[in-house]
């Protein structure tokens, strides 16, 4: 196949490696982001664009999607399709597939899951939303890049699945950090509270796989100083993207609103940026010691 990569940073430089080391032929282009071994480097998204069967972009953004879009829809050749991996809010998927639609093209959102480490092992996990066909065009580069692709629905339902999957963790990281600090006061050694939680009703990929205290459990960005991983301003990202969407067919989520705003907090005020989104438990600690 012959595929256009927009995007070329942590997540989509390894993708784009994936996949022309699996013998496509890849075109890239990013604005600054130099194009991985095996890309051919393009000099916009356009020339990118142009006679590829698939136009994959892992942008930072939904404004910079549309605008992106909007110059490879124009350039893509009919009958291709437009596969997005960024997290965007479900609106700019939804606008962006039906102008691929309009332009006799396919869109499909397909946000991911697994981070910068699942991206350079070919083991993201896909959520897609968009037309059955298209889906079933864009499932052998799923199958380079991740190890499980959920078709969900039509377009905007990736995005949806995305939002809600990251409001559950971000939800329960907060929890499992706030048990943390609790325990500590009430003088709970952290590895017998690992040792419970683990196995008892309160488990979590949180606390199972990604503790988030140091030298408790599997190693974890908490072992290293809590540098990301997975970044506390990428989980405001994403968590906001949810208060976005509730707040547009009027849901109510009351845990995924303190949650945000505890993150808004910490990220704005509190010293969070630039540390994994787990350090919410050192930041419980100091305010407990007060
Ligand atoms: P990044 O900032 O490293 O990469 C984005 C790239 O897009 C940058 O290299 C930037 O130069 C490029 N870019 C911006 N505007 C452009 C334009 N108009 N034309 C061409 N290139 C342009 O971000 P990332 O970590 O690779 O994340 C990409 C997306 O994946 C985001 O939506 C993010 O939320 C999502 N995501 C990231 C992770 C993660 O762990 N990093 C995990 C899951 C999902």
């Not at 499932?139 to 969900?152: D, N, R, S, T």
């Not at 408790?216 to 970044?231: E, H, L, Q, T």
Request: proline share 5%.
């Amino acid at each position: 196949m012959q595929i256009g990569f927009i995007g070329l940073g942590n997540m989509g430089h390894h993708m784009a490696r994936n996949l022309a080391s699996a013998s496509h032929t890849v075109v890239g282009f990013d604005l600054h982001a130099p194009c991985p071994a095996g890309v051919t480097a393009a000099a916009s998204g356009a020339e990118a664009a142009q006679g590829a069967d698939v136009v994959i972009t892992m942008l930072p953004n939904g404004a910079i999607l549309r605008a992106v879009a909007a110059e490879v829809i124009a350039a893509m050749k009919p009958g291709a399709v437009l596969l997005d991996c960024s997290t965007v809010d479900v609106d700019s998927a939804r606008a962006v597939a039906e102008q691929a639609e309009a332009a006799s093209l396919a869109a499909l959102d397909a946000p991911v899951s697994g981070g910068t480490g699942g991206a350079d092992a070919g083991t993201l996990t896909f959520m897609v939303g968009g037309p059955q066909n298209a889906f079933a065009t864009a499932q052998p580069l799923f199958e380079i890049m991740g190890q499980k692709a959920v078709h969900c629905g039509g377009a905007g339902n990736g995005q949806a699945a995305k939002i809600c999957n990251n409001m559950i963790l971000g939800v329960t990281m907060t929890a499992t950090c706030e048990a943390f600090a609790l325990a500590d006061k009430l003088g709970l050694d952290r590895q017998a509270m690992f040792d419970v939680v683990s196995t008892s009703s309160g488990y979590s990929w949180s606390m199972n796989a990604y503790c988030p205290a140091p030298g408790v459990g599997p190693d974890s960005p908490a072992d290293n100083d809590y540098k990301p991983g997975f970044a506390a301003e990428l989980m405001l990202k994403d968590l906001r993207l949810s208060q976005q969407a509730a707040e547009a067919v009027d849901a109510d989520t009351p845990l995924g609103q303190a949650t945000t705003a505890l993150y808004e907090t910490f990220v704005e005020s509190e010293g969070g940026a630039g540390q994994d989104f787990s350090a919410m438990l050192p930041r419980f600690e100091r305010k407990s010691r007060g």
